[in-house]
């Protein structure tokens, strides 16, 4: 089956509300991160919100990248 639509695909497809339990929001300069906490107290990137289209260029918020735990996380 191939499916044409302008809609996400975590409308389509939900995933389970506990997937997001080790997600949160955190500020940064162009926006908002949404990371996840993975071994050892440190953090993931998953997605950024921003306006800026020049931050979505900036390779410090490409997902997958990891963040160290530190007091601007808690």
Known sequence: M????H???E???PEDASAYQSQ???SCPEGHLI????DGGDW???RLLSSDPNAF???????????RAGPVLR
């Open 11 to 13: 409308h389509i497809f």
């Open 24 to 26: 949160m929001t955190i």
């Open 44 to 46: 993931r990137i998953v």
């Open 35 to 38: 990371v996840e906490q993975i």
């Open 57 to 67: 260029l900036n390779p410090a918020y490409e997902p997958g990248m990891v963040l």
């Open 7 to 9: 809609v996400p695909l």
């Open 2 to 5: 191939i499916l044409y639509t």
